[in-house]
């Protein structure tokens, strides 16, 4: 295990930065820490280092396709290849209670589209028996949805990902035309990140059907995590929400593929939308004030 590579996107701080910790800490000799800003990524291996671990890093852009590109083209030429990847970079909404045209794709191009652009490069150097861990959020179940056509579309056996591109067009086509109807989401707040997240969810399904070579793909909700994304709000740590990830990434067994996990580490019926798991804003909303008020 312990010469394994392993790579952490939007890991210079947050929950990315600890799941690098906590890898670095069970051991692996290869992680790497990346970050869009090379400054910022040096300042957080200099963290670590200070802590005794040592993280390798690397510039990391996953909305600018050369830089993935590049990144890639170094993993193959130094590691052949690739055995851990979690897809950990994101953004939220800058307005938590407003929906625009400018801040959807903004929101969609780092949560989804990147995911997109990672698996045309990323996924073809994997290693056997690789493993990809999404970190999406409870914004992320289907039950975050009320129109039927959708949730049964997005939750069919065969799924694939042209689904998934018509329902994202359907939602950007919704906020540019001004046509969003309420009766579709359970809520509307933080929707554009509650699309992103629904749409790599259902990605995760498609991309293991896909992937062969032993390969398993999840998804996680790593809980409402006490980071800069949540203005500082939250029920747990980021050491806390490290454990999720890196359990699905060294512990769970190599034939749990396709699943959808909570960071309690127990999984979840993506597909049922009855199972009303989705996020509750107001619960976000008081802890926010709560946490503005401290």
Known sequence: MADKVAVVTGSNKGIGFGI??????????????????????QEAIAKLNKEGYDPFFHQLDV???QSVKAFTKYLKRKHGGLDILINNAGVINANFTETTYEDTIRVLNANYYSI???????????????RVIHISSDCGHISNLKNTYWIERLT?????QEDIDAFVDWFVDSVRNGTLNEADFQEMPLLSYRISKISLCALTRVQQKEAGRG???NSLHPGF?????????????????????????????QSVKG?????????KDWADANKKLYCVYAVVEKCVRESNAA
């Open 20 to 41: 690098v910790r906590e890898l670095c800490k069970r051991g692996l000799r290869y992680v790497y820490l990346t970050a869009r800003d090379a400054q910022r990524g």
């Open 215 to 217: 390969i398993s793909v």
């Open 116 to 130: 997109l652009t990672i698996q045309t490069y990323m996924f073809p150097i994997l290693k056997d028996n690789a």
């Open 225 to 253: 995590v006490k980071t800069d994304m949540t203005k500082t709000a939250g029920f747990i740590t980021i050491e806390d929400a490290s454990q999720a990830p890196v359990y699905l990434a060294l512990d769970v067994d």
């Open 63 to 65: 909305t600018d396709e």
């Open 156 to 160: 069919k056996e065969d799924i694939k």
């Open 259 to 267: 699943r959808y996990f909570w960071f309690d580490k127990t999984e």
